[in-house]
Every structure is written in C-alpha cells, then in structure tokens.
C-alpha cells in the first residue's frame, strides 16, 4: 500500500490507552513515594510530563475507585491508599476501561465471538489473555522493584 498525503498515517495500535498508561505512571510515581506523605498533582504533572488537567481528572477518578487517597489543604496532594506490593495494575486501569471493553473484536466487528470468530480473534484472543494476566499479576511494586529506580520520574 502506498501512502500519500490523502492518506492518514496508520496509528500505532496499543493494549492500553493513553489514560490508562498516564495512570499507570501516576501511580508507580506514588508507588515510588509511599510512605513519604501526599504528593501535590501539578508536582506529580511537573515530573511525570502529564498534562496537569488531565492528570487532576485521571488523580480523582482512581480515588473515586479507592486505588488513591485524595487530601486537602496545604500538605494535600494525593497518595497510594495501599501499599504497592497490594495494588495490582489491573486495579488502576479498571476505572478507566472496564475488563468488557477489553474483550472487544481487534478489527472492531460486533459480531466476533468464541462461536463466530472473525480472521484474528484466535491469535487476538491470546494476546488479550496474557494482557489481563500480566495486568491482574503485577503490583505496583513489581513494576518499581523490578526497574531503573529513576525510572518513576516522580
């Protein structure tokens, strides 16, 4: 196939959203500072590179989950409400798209199923499996023990 400038560029295809990666990172930058007390948004936006709107938004719905904890006032900010070795990323990205939404068809037919599968589901379904394991078995912890240290930017 042969692009020209009619033609889009094709997009990248990710296993998580730009959400639900930006809060990945929001909380192994908790992650990184547990125990040291709550960290303000636009610090954590600051260090992070996550647009501080967006981040705020993302920061309130995973305490409306109850993965963080949001305090007020002049030491405010918002920290882990478990400790990392308890909080599993599925928890984390579950606000932002519910397990349904992640068995949908990778060529977005509504009619794919286990009984009337489309050309990939086969394949797809696999990667979707080992996606929801990975997610369901790694903790926060895991994921700041397990790599560069700096690597939270937090």
């Known amino acids: 196939m042969q692009l020209n400038a009619a ?6 295809s990710k296993l998580v ?12 930058c908790l992650a990184s500072r547990y125990g040291e007390g709550s960290v303000r ?3 954590m936006a600051r260090a992070t590179g996550i647009p501080a709107n967006y981040l705020s938004k993302i920061l309130h719905q995973l ?3 109850g993965v963080v904890i949001s305090e007020r006032g002049r030491t405010g900010g918002f920290r882990l409400a478990s400790p990392p070795a308890a909080v599993v990323l599925a ?3 579950a606000p932002f798209e519910p ?3 992640r068995t949908r068809c990778l060529l977005g037919l509504s009619e794919c199923s286990d009984s009337n599968p489309c ?3 086969e394949k797809w379904r ?29």
């Open 119 to 121: 050309g990939a589901h």
């Open 126 to 154: 696999v990667i979707k499996e080992a996606t929801l394991q990975f997610l369901e078995g790694t903790t926060l912890a895991d994921v700041i023990e397990g790599g560069d240290p700096d690597a939270a930017h937090c």
């Open 91 to 93: 928890s984390v990205v």
């Open 17 to 28: 959203s730009r959400t639900e990666e930006y809060a990945l990172r929001a909380a192994v």
């Open 7 to 12: 033609t889009p560029e094709p997009r990248e």
């Open 99 to 101: 397990q349904v939404q």
């Open 63 to 65: 305490a409306k989950a």
């Open 41 to 43: 948004a636009r610090d």
